[in-house]
Structure formats: C-alpha cells, structure tokens
C-alpha cells in the first residue's frame, strides 16, 4: 500500500496509548481495500487533550478514536454531538468535518452488532438482561440494550451507590441490584453481560456463579485479553451460548471507518485472527 501527500489520516488518542488494537484493525482495512491512508496512535496527557483535539481541523486529519482516559472530558470539547454521546456521556469517536469537530459514541452499535454475530437468536424482546458494572462500558451498553427493546435491564455494581445512580438516570428498564444478591439475579435472564474489568489478564476474577442462570441465556464478556475469559469459560462449560470481547472492539471501529475514508469495512475471520497474532 502506497501512502500519498493526499492521504486520509486518523488515529487513535489514549494516555497510555501503546496497548490499544485500533491501528492494526484500521491498517488491515485500510491495505485490505487499497486505501490510500494511515492510522497512528498518539499519545497525548490528559491536559493536553483540549490542544490536541483542537489542532485536528489545522492538520487536516480526517478524525481520531478516544480511549481511555479521553472518553468523558472530551464531551465538552466538541461542536456538536450524536445521540448516543449525549445519552451516554462520552466520546470515542470525532469526526473532522469543515473544521467542526463531531463527537460521537459507536461503542453500543459494536457491542450489538457483535452479540447479533456471536448468538444468531439474540433478540432484545428475548427477557431481562444482568449487565455487571455501572462504568463508561455498562452506559454505553445500557443504552444500546434499551434500545433494543430489552424489557428488563439488571444492573450489578461492586458499589451500590454507582449502580443507583445509573439506574436513576436512565430510569426504566433500569433496575439496581446489590452486589450480594448478584447471583440470584440471574435467574430469568436471557443476557449476562461483563462489563468491567474483572476477568481481564492481570486483574482479579469475576466471582459470579451461573447456577441460576437459564441455560438458554446469553453470555458476553466485555473483556477480550484474554479471549476466552473464565466467566465465558465457566457458562461455555453448561452449555450457554457465549460472545467473546473482540468482536466489540472491530465492530465498534466500522462507523467511524467508514466516515473518515469513505468505505463500509467487514468484520471477518481474517481480521480477527490478524488483531489477535499481532495484538
């Protein structure tokens, strides 16, 4: 792949920036479709970010994802907002359009677009869902799974006091469960979602037993490092169906692919198997 004086740049912003996958999924796409374009990480302090993104128009680059710690400040740093930025309170997404920075949040599309890849039958009219967390994760799902309709949505925190206030935000189909009843709070269940970092390599395990959950539920882990985390294991194990954590992360990055260079990319083995061997 040739790069030209008139190629398309975005890129990747994160204090640390080093561990994120989004170049090499964006640069696969990129030499995939013979795009005459570029990728690049850049590390940038968070009190630096207001500078950084406000040099984006002058530089020409097409637009930048956020990670963390950027999602949340950055909100009001733009001209203007999607609704599922607004609703959840973050940006990982900016698109660079006359000048004008558009913030926007695909972290829900790619958290439904992979659970509708992974489990053929998912439906949100299916039954109540169990989202573990209250973080930048759950909001984004939260959000996406009252959009699809999910009539129940069960939120479990570690501190109760996160968990209320989400719940109390969004209201119904929100509800707020204590971390002591966790378990009990799958019986019913058509979805079990991890949504925090519990699980992921170098952090404790997510001490969650599956005993009430129906076999015929859901499982997904937010978590992708490692691919198979021991939550999944464990409901793989009774026969549930389950979604790993990778899927999210490709899918979430095809909206903002296709408004900076101009093409609707596909999620495919090959993709997968690239991010996870150089990853």
């Avoid at 039954?127 to 949505?153: H, K, M, N, S, W």
Wanted: hydrophobic residues 50%; glycine residues 12%; charged residues 15%.
């Amino acid at each position: 792949m040739t790069i030209t004086g008139k190629a398309k740049v975005a890129g990747v912003m994160g204090w640390p920036v080093g561990h994120s996958r989004s170049p090499l999924l964006h640069n696969f796409w990129l030499a995939q479709l013979g795009i005459d374009g570029a990728y690049v990480p850049f590390a940038v302090r968070p009190e630096s970010l207001e500078a950084a993104l406000r040099a984006l128009p002058a530089l020409g680059l097409a637009g930048v994802n956020l990670t963390v710690p950027h999602k949340e400040a950055a909100v009001a740093l733009m001209d203007t907002l999607d609704a599922p930025a607004k609703r959840i309170g973050a940006v990982n997404t900016i698109v660079v359009a006359n000048g004008r920075l558009e913030g926007r949040n695909t972290d829900g599309y790619g958290f439904v677009e992979n659970l509708r890849a992974g489990a053929k039958g998912w439906r949100g009219a299916n039954g109540p869902a169990v989202v573990i967390g209250a973080g930048g994760a759950a909001r984004a799902i939260a959000v996406a799974l009252i959009d699809e309709g999910v009539p129940e949505i069960r939120v479990v925190n570690r501190t109760a006091a996160r968990a209320a206030a989400l719940t109390a935000e969004f209201g119904k189909p929100l509800v707020a469960v204590t971390w002591e009843r966790r378990a009990t709070a799958l019986d019913g269940a058509a979805l079990l979602v991890n949504a925090t970092t519990l699980g992921m390599t170098g952090q404790p395990a997510l001490a969650l037993p599956l005993d009430a959950l129906p076999k015929a539920a859901v499982v997904t882990d937010a978590v992708y490092a490692p691919l198979e985390t021991a939550l999944l294991a464990a409901a793989r194990g009774r026969g549930n169906v389950c979604v790993d954590g990778l899927g999210m992360l490709l899918h979430q990055a095809r909206p903002a692919f296709a408004a900076w260079f101009g093409h609707d990319p596909e999620v495919t083995p090959e993709l997968r198997a690239h991010v996870l061997a150089t990853g």
